[in-house]
Each structure stands twice: as C-alpha cells, then as structure tokens.
C-alpha cells in the first residue's frame, strides 16, 4: 500500500510538510507522511494513546474538519542518527478573537524507511504557563 511521494532529503523536510498539512487541513497529505507500518503512535493533547493508521486517520480528520490549524513549530531540539530522527518543538498555535496564542509541546519522531523518512510518533501536550525561553546548553531540566 503506497500513501505518498517519496521524501528523500530528510526528516526536517517531512517535518515541514507535516504542519503545512495541518495548516491546510489536508488530511490525505497529513497521513501520507506516516510510516507505512502499523506501529504508529499518536497522542493529542488531554487525549488517549492512537495506534495505527486507522485511528490515526480518524482523529486527524475530526480534527481537521472545521479547517486548518495555525501552528507553528520553534525551538526544535533534535537528536539524529542513520535511520531515526527524534525532534521536540513548541508548537505555537494561533489564537483567534484577541485571545493570548497557546503553546504546546511535541515530540515527533521518523524513521528512514525504503520510502523515505516517515513519522512514526507524534506526542502533543498542553504546556503551561507563557512560551518557554530557549535553555542555554546544559541547563538541567529535572
């Protein structure tokens, strides 16, 4: 089962088309971006553990079906080897009706597969208070 165009370059890239989807509330590019395998994982805020495509696809598409969702990840952290990708962002989603935007915190994860880097984890939560500040190297965090 083919789900989309092979994305070589590299998990940044998917990355990218990952919250550009979302923006557009394009569900089939959205999932298209997911590895292959079964063994996908997703967690939206306050929400249960999603395991393979067909959850997946189904709270992707109630969520997406009032339109596209403003969010703009910074503050990437990233840990890499050859087959694997882990990032973290702040996802900052706009707000509407003069409202302070929302800040919430993901960890994505990718897999270089025969078709490319593909997400197998997307893990979103709530994060309180204002946007965090950058931490400067070797700040601890626990």
């Known amino acids: 089962m083919k789900r989309g165009k092979q ?18 509330a394009d569900t089939e590019a959205l999932m298209a971006l997911w590895a292959e395998d079964e063994e996908i994982v997703c ?10 495509h067909a959850a997946i696809q189904a709270s992707w598409e109630a969520i997406l079906e009032r339109g596209g969702l403003q969010i703009r990840p ?3 952290f990233e840990s890499n080897n050859l087959m694997s990708s882990v990032h973290t962002v702040i996802e900052g989603v706009t707000a509407t009706g003069g409202a302070e935007p929302a800040h919430l915190v993901a960890t994505n994860v990718y897999h270089k597969t025969p078709q490319g880097w593909r997400m197998v984890l997307h893990h979103v939560s709530v994060a309180p208070g204002p946007v965090p500040a950058t931490h400067p190297a070797g700040a601890s965090l626990h």
């Not at 967690?43 to 393979?52: I, Y």
């Open 7 to 24: 994305l070589n370059g590299s998990a940044a890239e998917v990355e990218a088309a990952f919250y550009e989807a979302l923006n557009r």
């Open 43 to 52: 967690v939206h805020p306050g929400g249960p553990r999603l395991h393979g």
């Open 74 to 76: 910074s503050q990437l």
